[in-house]
């Protein structure tokens, strides 16, 4: 019958959630959430930029690489960029000019509104200082904080960018493993876990755990020490939430709705996510699939059922996500309700660290010290072996549709 199977990121304490039995979660494209964890994005050139800097290129008088630094070194803590970062200016001499008018404006106003107040006193803290409360608000209230003034919310864009750029690749880097449902509370790969996760284990459940598993009595497989599995089902949350329920486009349209956006600041959000999956992953680029533990790689048409499948990360029938799932499964029972007898149960690459990159990329970070692995030949035939036992010789035309 096989058991069900969880993929997770540990030291996240992330997971995706139940894929069922590894017979039917193997092949119902459920594994593409994968490539959207661990893909890194490209940053497009003129991420950073607002439409009015887009439109002060046009002059050739303009410095396109300081205008660039510039933006990047404004916006820390995004994952994907370059190290190479420069120091934020505290407040350049136009936006210094800018401030001193206003300040002039609200001297003379009337306006005793403890709220306006309020607002006025914020929007004129130093830039660094503004940088450090949005760096400490969730990103809904970055933007309704952004939206009390005008140079609010020129500062609160960064942010709004840098957390929109952070939800891609959020796994690329972590290690992770796909427990079965049977896996034994001992039955760890070695140096999976640190101490303090192994003594969570042994501890057990906690009476909020079972209030959130809406377990009412205690039963045997409730009872001290509890497996991973059990451990993530009911303390890990959803690594890939934000891309399941939002998605590029439709989560542009519900920080608009939900904030009720005047349509002046509309415009200047949708500007902000005007970007399309293709401009963070150039399809044009050949990538490749990346075990850093063991440096090894994979090539996506080695994988691919055919050339056209393929558009950036994402192939579709068979990618990269199919790869790692069929090699990071770990349990203590081999029940897999696969018809491929080898031991996918404890594979190979549990609890390795990968990323999706491109070819490019991996390329310019080669070093004499570290000597890296083509495994696509291997990794093809084993994944040709495993679709073969449920599908027949002719497979790759079923997988395809044809």
Known sequence: MGQDWQIIAPH?????GSVGKLGEGLFDGSPSRLVELLAVPIVPDDFYLDRSDRLALSDSRTNINR??????????????????????????DGEQDIQNRRSQKLSK????????????????????MLDWIFDNLHIYDVITTGLLARRLWKIARRHIRAYYISRFGRWAGESIICVGESLGATDNPAGLLNKS?????QDGYTSDDLDELG???????????????????ARYKRGDKWICEFGLIGHTSLLCEDHDLPRSRMSQMRDIFRYTEEDFYPPDQPWILRNLTTKEYV????????????CGPSISCLGFGEVVLSRICWSSSDST??????????????????????LSRHQKSLSDRIQWRDVSAEVAAEIAQIWEAEYGSDWRDAVSGE
């Open 12 to 16: 996240q304490r992330e997971t995706i």
């Open 67 to 92: 205008l660039l630094e510039e933006k990047q070194g404004q916006s820390k803590g995004y994952p994907a960029m370059d190290s190479r970062s420069t120091k934020r200016k505290a407040v350049d």
């Open 109 to 128: 106003s009337n306006s005793n509104s403890s709220g306006t107040s309020c607002t006025v006193g914020l929007s004129e803290l130093p830039v660094e």
């Open 197 to 201: 996760e192994e003594q969570e284990i």
């Open 215 to 233: 377990i009412d009595e205690i039963g045997p497989d409730e009872c001290a020490p509890i497996s991973l599995y059990h451990l993530a089902e």
């Open 299 to 310: 090539r996506s048409e080695a994988i691919a059922i055919k050339p056209e499948h393929i």
């Open 337 to 358: 309700a696969l018809e491929y007898q080898g031991k996918v149960y404890q594979g190979v690459w549990a609890g390795h660290k990968f990323d999706i990159t491109t």
